[in-house]
């Protein structure tokens, strides 16, 4: 179901910025629930997805999710395709996927990523992400949420721009823009 509902948003951002016409960009975030590998991650950076995926095992028939301006979506035994990819804003700055956004305790002791900001990389670039805090920090106070972060999902930023990003741009934000605001009652 997650792969079927990922292509359907992102599917339909990329129609709408094909009718804008060109140089018109597509920017996402999302929590997908999916880690970096798994079949939404994929679909949405290589704009598909085999049927032979594992996670397609459980995308359902294509009548089970449908929008009235798209059709009919889901597997159905067919590859999903995108008609462009969508790249990732932490990996295009750090190279990778942030080690967390998601940091739980018990009974789940999940830590990953699940968060992400998704932009259209031939009409966008990234000039700064917001640096995520390092698990040291987390487990201060065990997981999230905490007093510091107070969900259990990392806030996630970035700052697009058309065209190049400029050579004197800092490519990370401290954690300490997010984490610096007065929390006390007025």
């Known amino acids: 179901r997650q792969v079927a509902q990922a292509h359907a948003v992102v599917a339909a951002g990329c129609a709408l910025a094909e009718k804008m016409g060109e140089g018109t960009a597509v920017v996402m975030g999302a929590d997908?629930?999916?880690?970096?590998?798994?079949?939404v991650y994929q679909l949405i950076t290589h704009a598909t997805l085999a049927a032979s995926h594992p996670h397609m095992q459980h995308c359902g028939r294509a009548d089970d999710v449908s929008m009235p301006s798209f059709g009919k979506?889901?597997?159905?035994?067919?590859?999903?395709q995108l008609t462009m990819p969508l790249a990732s804003a932490y990996a295009a700055v750090l190279g990778q996927e942030p080690l967390f956004t998601?940091?739980?305790?018990?009974?789940?002791?999940?830590?990953?990523t699940l968060d992400y900001i998704f932009?259209?990389?031939?009409?966008l670039r990234v000039?700064?992400?917001?640096q995520l805090?390092?698990?040291?920090?987390?487990?201060?106070?065990?997981?999230?949420?905490?007093s510091r972060f107070p969900s259990d999902h990392l806030p996630l930023f970035a700052h697009l721009a058309f065209g190049e990003s400029p050579p004197h741009v800092s490519r990370l934000l401290p954690t300490s823009l997010v984490t610096s605001a007065d929390n006390s009652p007025s």
Do not use: K, M
């Open 32 to 39: 997908l629930n999916s880690i970096p590998g798994s079949g």
């Open 73 to 80: 979506l889901g597997g159905g035994g067919a590859d999903l």
């Open 102 to 112: 998601n940091f739980t305790g018990p009974p789940y002791n999940f830590v990953g």
């Open 119 to 123: 932009f259209s990389p031939g009409s």
């Open 127 to 130: 000039t700064q992400v917001l």
């Open 133 to 146: 805090p390092t698990e040291d920090t987390v487990r201060l106070e065990r997981c999230l949420p905490s």
